[in-house]
T-cell receptor
Framework: GIQVEQSPPDLILQEGANSTLRCNFSDSVNNLQWFHQNPWGQLINLFYIPSGTKQNGRLSATTVATERYSLLYISSSQTTDSGVYFCAVEASGGSNYKLTFGKGTLLTVNP | NAGVMQNPRHLVRRRGQEARLRCSPMKGHSHVYWYRQLPEEGLKFMVYLQKENIIDESGMPKERFSAEFPKEGPSILRIQQVVRGDSAAYFC????????????FGPGTRLTVT
């Protein structure tokens, strides 16, 4: 099946810093989503971005489908940004509905 | 517009008991997915259902686990004779369609088996 790799696995920032999280995937995809799992365990949808670039406030994401990677940018980080960021993809063809998740990036933002 | 609803949010069961987890999809969504998050394994797909149909249960353990999505009412994930290894967070997601359909996740049910 499709493989999803996220980097870095852990990231520690000071409040106000910027960061870039990366997601590589091994095959073509119909769907790519970024999630934030907050300290209470809830999965929050950040972006639905199978290709192109989107922005939402301090967050933006870019997916280059032809090169099989996506980037999540967090600017002016805040302590509430702490948590785990997951990339998940839906492979093209075959059983194209289940999301395959990466292992996540654990982000800690210190005040 | 209510999101995906799951209940209970926390469930404690003794070994050998049954666990029933409920999921109500977002309004207008007819596709439901269950995922499990184990500490060492991350988030994994379990089953995909549409109303009255199991489309893909390839991620479900072969024994003790079952799922349904009846014509009326929520989707149910049922775990019989729970064991400690079933302790995990179980997430339900829903979408309007498949193949280019964004999935929205519920808050999860945290099952603890004592």
């Amino acid at each position: 099946g499709i493989q999803v790799e996220q980097s870095p696995p852990d990231l520690i920032l000071q409040e106000g810093a910027n960061s870039t999280l990366r997601c590589n995937f091994s095959d073509s995809v119909n769907n790519l989503q970024w999630f934030h799992q907050n300290p209470w365990g809830q999965l929050i949808n950040l972006f639905y971005i199978p290709s192109g670039t989107k922005q939402n406030g301090r967050l933006s994401a870019t997916t280059v489908a032809t090169e099989r990677y996506s980037l999540l940018y967090i600017s002016s980080s805040q302590t509430t940004d702490s948590g785990v960021y997951f990339c998940a993809v839906e492979a093209s063809g075959g059983s194209n509905y289940k999301l395959t998740f990466g292992k996540g990036t654990l982000l800690t933002v210190n005040p | 517009n209510a999101g995906v609803m799951q209940n209970p949010r926390h469930l404690v069961r003794r070994r050998g008991q049954e666990a029933r987890l409920r999921c109500s999809p977002m309004k207008g969504h007819s596709h439901v997915y269950w995922y499990r998050q184990l500490p060492e394994e991350g988030l994994k797909f379990m089953v995909y259902l549409q109303k009255e149909n199991i489309i893909d249960e390839s991620g479900m353990p072969k024994e003790r686990f079952s799922a349904e999505f009846p014509k009326e009412g929520p989707s149910i994930l049922r775990i019989q004779q729970v064991v400690r290894g079933d302790s995990a967070a179980y997430f339900c997601a829903s979408s309007q369609g498949t193949g280019n359909g964004e999935q929205y996740f519920g808050p999860g049910t945290r099952l603890t088996v004592t």
